[in-house]
C-alpha cells in the first residue's frame, strides 16, 4: 500500500503517518526528517537543505526529489510505504507518478487532513521535537511523561526553528501557493481521500484507518 499524506504544515501529517506505519508495517518516510538528520550530522547536503528550511521555504526540487526516489528505491520499500512531506509540489508529485509508472505501480491513497490556518498556528507553537529520534510531542496534545525530555530516546525536547511563529505563517503561505494544488492533482487521479483534522488524533487516526480497510 502506497499512501501520500497531504495536509498544510502542522496539520498531524507526521504523528498519522507514524500511526499508520506500525499498524499496516510499511515505512514511514519524511523528507523532513531525512534533511533533519543530515542537518544534525553536518553532511553536504544538510547544509544546503537548512538554508531554505529555516526560512520556511522549500527545498529545491531537484535535491528533494534525488533523496525521495533513492529512499524508495530500499528493499523494506517493496511492500509499500506512507511518504509524509513529500510530494510538496507539483513537479515533486509529476516525477514520482513517472518512476512509479515505470515499474507498473502507482499511489494507492492520498490522505489529505484538512485543517484552518488558525488552528495551525496555535498548533505548531506548542510543538516539541527530539532531534535524535524524530518523534513529535505537543506541550499541550501530546505530552511526554518527563517535561522536555524525549520518551523514546531519552533525549531533550526542543522547538525546531521551522516551528517558530513567523516561520509558521511563511510556511503557510508557501503550503497555499505551493503544495495545495496537489490536493487537486491527486482528486483527478481518484486517490484523494479527506479527513478532518480539527478532531483528536485518535478519531482522525480511526476515519482513516476506515478508508484504508
Ligand atoms: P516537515 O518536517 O515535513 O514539515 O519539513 C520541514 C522542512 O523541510 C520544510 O519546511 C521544507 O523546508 C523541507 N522539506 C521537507 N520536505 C520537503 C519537500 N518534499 N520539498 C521541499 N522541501 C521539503
Redo the contacts with the bound molecule.
Sequence with gaps: MKIIMLGA?GAGK?TQAKMISEKYHIPHI????I?RANIKNGTELGTE?KK??DQ????PDEL?VRILLDRVSNEDCTEGYVL??????IP?AEVLDHALEELGDKIDYAINIDIADEVIVSRMSGRRACLTCGATYHTEYIIPVKEGICDKCGSELILRD?DKAETVLK?LQVYHTQTQPLIDFYENKKVLKSVDGTKKLEMVFEEICTLLD
Design positions: 504544515p507526521g519524511s523528507t523532513g526528517d534533511f537543505a531554505y528550511m520556511g521555504l522549500l527545498v528533494t509524509d512531506g513529500f510530494p510538496r509540489t515533486q521551522d510556511r
